[in-house]
């Protein structure tokens, strides 16, 4: 049987790029609340001097090509451990539905991109924790699916924010209304993808650990010392931290 494959390097950096956004949307609604504010002194009738205007529009374009970056990186890596995870599961049970690559293929597939992503995630966390209650019970794995489900509902919806941002900017209509509307809306997205990446960070940090578990399900040697070792501490400690979070 083919071996799996380690994933928690994976998990780590997306872990670690997610937090970076995350650091990234707190600041660019910080700065969109600024432009906003601008914007609301050139509706009233203020003026505005050349120089305050153009030093929000470098920071803007500065935060929002940031952002872009950090992003594209955090999609990158998350997709990678998200693949290299179905990937690992499809070698312990035969009763997925969908070939490992569509991990990674259902985000760039149009229409399919809405609610297949969700499906594979929703199956990582269901097949998996069939896998462990015959042999430990669901007292040991913290897999909810209600938190799946969130973590969904709060991309598609940020993922909604973002299109309208982005097709309302690129009709060219630069007006204060026009403006001040996209501000507030990416305002809006920004507050929606700080628990989006609150939620992310917890859907990855739950299923890696269940992820370590799932190395050793059939290996019954007795011989090899880290099996008994290794099931037996990565159970309590996820028994233990759901007992204190109750």
Known sequence: MEALKPNEGRAKFAIIFIWIVMAMEIISLISDYFQYTLLQSAANGETLEMDVATANDTRQRVIAVLHLIFFVISGITFIQWFRRAYYNLHLKTDTLTHHEGW????????????????????????????????KWGDETQNLSTTLVGWWWALWIISSVLGQIVFQVTMRGDNTIDTL??????????????IPLAIITFKVIKDYSRAELLLFDLHDENPEDPNHPELIIHYAEEIKTENQEEV
Request: hydrophobic share 45%.
């Open 103 to 134: 991990a990674a293929g259902s985000w760039f597939t149009p229409i399919v991109n809405f609610y297949l992503p969700y499906q594979i995630m929703k199956e990582l966390y269901v097949e998996t924790r069939k896998l462990f209650i015959p």
């Open 180 to 193: 001040s509307f996209t501000t507030m809306t990416s305002m809006i997205e920004s507050i929606v993808d």
